[in-house]
C-alpha cells in the first residue's frame, strides 16, 4: 500500500521539488541519484526522510542547500528558486564536525560569524549578547558549564548536542538534519529526540531529517516520506498522527508499532532481491 | 625528583657528557688543533675572540630573520594558492619540487650577479631555502580540510575567504609550526652558503677565511655559534607552537587557558 498523497501548492509552501533529477558522471558510468523527485514541504513542517541506503536522501539536503544543482527540475525555497532568496539554513551531521581550536561556546557562536545580519554586529556583540544566547541554548540541551570546555574534552552525546547548537543559534529558517544520532547509543539518542522535539516546538523551524532510525522518524516527524532506491525516488508520504509533546512511551503503543512495520516493510520490499547463483 | 625533573637532568647531563667525551677522546688519541680542536679550546676561542665575532654573529642572524620573514610571507601566500586551487596545484608543484632539488649553493652566483655581493644574496638565498617546506605544509594542511567542514559553512553562505580564514587557516597551523621549525635551521643554512662564497660578513666568512688560515679552532668556533642560534630559534618557534596550536596536541594547559 502506498499513500502518495501530494500536498498542494499553497502559500505555506517552503520548499518544493519539481520533477528533479540528478545524475553522476556521464556515459555508461552515468548514476542516477535521484529520479523525477517531487516533494513539498510546508513551513514548520518536520519531516523524515527514510530508505534503503544509496537512495538519495542525502542528496535532497543538498540540493536544497544549494550545494549541489538539479541536473533537471527545479528547487525552490521560500517561493523563488533555490538560492535567489537568502534563507538562513542550520545543518548538522552524524560527524559533529566542531573545530577543535574554538572552545564549545565558539562552536556554537560559529554562524553568528558568518551570517548576515549577525556578522555585521558580531565584534560588538560577541561577548555581550551573542555569548549570553549561546549560553542559554547550550544550557537548553544540557551542557550548561560546557562553553570553555574544548570539544576533544566532551564525550560523542555531548558534541552531538553542541552541534544542534550551532545548527540552531542563527534562528534558522530550514534546519537540515543528516542522521544527527547515527552514531550514538540509544539512550543517548532517545535523550537527545526529547532535546531536539522541545527545540523545534519552540523555534519551529522547517526541518528536513534524514535517518535510518524508523522510531526516530515516528517520534520526531510530523511527516514520514519513504524512498526508494536506483534510481531515488520518495514511494510513501504518510502524516505522523501523534499529538506532541511526544514521548518514548509512546513509541511501544500498538498504533506507532504497527506504523513503524508499515515503513519497514516498505524500505525491506525494495531491497534488491539477491540473484542465486 | 619528579620522573618529569629527572628526565630533564638525565638529558643535560648526557648532553654535556657528548663534549666531556669528545674532550677526553681528543687528549686520549692526542688529535692535533688543526683537525679537531678539544670543546675547551672553542671555548676559550670564543671567548678571546668574542668581541670581534659579535657583529659577524649579528649579520648572520639578521640576515637569517630577514631571509625567514619573507620566506614565510612568500610560503604561506604559496601555500594558500596551492592548497585551495587544484590548477595552482599541478603548475606550481612540479615547478616547486624541481627547485626545491637544485643546490642553493649553485643558485648564489646568481644573485650575486644580479645583486652584487653582500647581504641581498645572503637574505635571498636564506629565503628560498625555507620556502619549500613552509609551502608544502600549508598546502597540505588546507587540502586536506574535512568535506564536511566545508559543507557546513557552504550552508552559511560563508565565502571562500571565510572559510579560509575561519576552519583553512587555523587547521593548518599545527602543519605551520611544525614546517617554521625545519624552515628557520634551513634558513642558518642558506645564510651561511651565501655568506661563504659572496660577502665580507657574517659567521660564514668568518669561517672561510679561519679554514683558509687553518685557524681551525675559529672555524669551530664558528661552527659552535651556528648550532647556539639554530637550537636558541628552534626553541623560540617550538614555544610559539605549543602555546598556538596546543588544541592539536590536547594540552591541558591550553585547554584551561
Redesign the interface.
Known amino acids: 500500500m502506498t499513500t502518495m498523497t501530494e500536498l498542494p501548492r499553497t502559500e505555506d509552501t517552503f520548499i518544493e521539488l519539481e520533477n528533479v533529477t540528478l545524475t553522476y558522471g556521464r556515459g555508461d558510468k552515468q548514476v542516477t541519484a535521484l529520479g523525477l523527485t517531487n516533494l513539498r514541504v510546508n513551513q514548520g513542517d518536520f519531516v523524515a526522510l527514510v530508505g534503503p541506503s544509496g537512495c538519495g536522501k542525502s542528496t535532497i539536503l543538498?540540493l536544497v542547500?544549494g550545494?549541489i544543482k538539479a541536473s533537471e527540475g527545479y528547487v525552490y525555497v521560500a517561493g523563488r528558486e533555490v538560492g535567489a532568496t537568502?534563507i538562513r539554513?542550520?545543518?548538522a551531521?552524524q560527524?559533529p564536525?566542531m573545530?577543535?581550536?574554538l572552545t564549545v561556546r565558539d562552536n556554537v557562536m560559529?554562524?553568528l560569524?558568518?551570517?548576515p545580519p549577525f556578522r555585521q554586529e558580531y565584534g560588538a556583540k560577541k561577548k555581550t549578547e551573542f555569548r549570553d544566547r549561546a549560553d542559554s541554548l547550550l544550557k537548553e540541551v544540557g551542557l550548561a558549564n560546557f562553553g570553555d570546555?574544548?570539544p576533544?574534552?566532551l564525550s560523542g552525546g555531548m558534541l552531538q548536542r553542541a552541534s544542534l547548537c550551532?545548527a540552531l543559534i542563527?534562528e534558522p529558517q530550514l534546519l537540515?538534519l543528516d542522521e544527527p544520532f547515527g552514531a550514538l547509543d540509544q539512550f543517548t539518542r532517545e535523550e537527545l529526540w526529547a532535546v531536539m522535539q522541545e527545540l523545534w516546538m519552540k523555534l519551529k523551524p522547517t526541518v528536513l531529517l534524514v535517518t535510518h532510525d524508523l522510531k526516530e522518524a515516528g517520534y520526531l516527524a510530523t511527516r514520514i516520506c519513504v524512498m526508494r532506491t536506483r534510481p531515488g525516488q520518495i514511494v510513501d508520504d504518510a502524516a505522523v498522527p501523534f499529538p506532541r509533546p511526544r514521548t518514548i512511551d509512546m513509541s511501544y503503543t500498538q498504533t506507532f508499532v504497527s506504523m513503524t512495520q508499515r515503513l519497514r516493510e516498505l524500505i525491506v520490499s525494495q531491497r534488491p532481491v539477491k540473484e542465486t547463483v | 625528583m619528579s620522573p618529569q625533573a629527572r628526565r630533564k637532568v638525565w638529558s643535560a647531563v648526557l648532553i654535556v657528557g657528548f663534549f666531556v667525551l669528545w674532550e677526553a677522546l681528543c687528549w686520549l688519541f692526542n688529535v692535533s688543533d688543526i683537525i679537531v680542536p678539544k670543546p675547551s679550546q672553542i671555548i676559550v676561542t670564543l671567548w678571546q675572540r668574542g668581541p670581534a665575532l659579535w657583529p659577524h654573529t649579528l649579520q648572520t642572524l639578521y640576515t637569517t630573520l630577514v631571509g625567514f620573514g619573507f620566506g614565510i610571507f612568500i610560503g604561506i601566500a604559496l601555500g594558500v594558492l596551492i592548497g585551495s586551487s587544484r590548477l595552482a596545484y599541478d603548475v606550481a608543484y612540479p615547478l616547486l619540487v624541481g627547485f626545491a632539488s637544485i643546490p642553493k649553493v649553485a643558485v648564489v652566483p646568481i644573485f650575486v650577479l644580479w645583486f652584487g655581493s653582500g647581504t641581498v644574496p645572503a637574505v635571498l638565498t636564506a629565503m628560498i631555502m625555507c620556502i619549500f617546506p613552509i609551502v608544502v605544509n600549508v598546502a597540505t594542511g588546507l587540502a586536506t580540510t574535512e568535506p564536511e567542514l566545508e559543507d557546513v559553512m557552504r550552508a552559511l553562505r560563508a565565502t571562500k575567504l571565510d572559510i579560509l580564514w575561519n576552519v583553512g587557516l587555523p587547521r593548518t597551523m599545527p602543519f605551520f609550526f611544525a614546517s617554521l621549525k625545519v624552515a628557520v635551521t634551513l634558513a642558518f643554512v642558506g645564510t651561511v652558503i651565501s655568506e661563504t662564497v659572496a660577502s665580507n660578513r657574517g659567521i660564514g666568512n668568518v669561517m672561510m677565511i679561519a679554514s683558509s688560515n687553518f685557524d681551525v679552532p675559529l672555524v669551530f668556533a664558528g661552527l659552535i655559534i651556528l648550532a647556539i642560534l639554530g637550537v636558541a630559534l628552534y626553541a623560540v618557534f617550538s614555544l610559539i607552537e605549543s602555546r598556538i596550536t596546543g588544541w592539536a596536541h590536547r594540552k591541558d594547559e591550553f585547554a584551561m587557558g
Open positions: 543538498k542547500t550545494l537568502p539554513v542550520g545543518m551531521f560527524n564536525t573545530l577543535p581550536w560559529m554562524p560569524k558568518i551570517v570546555k574544548h576533544w574534552q550551532r542563527h537540515l
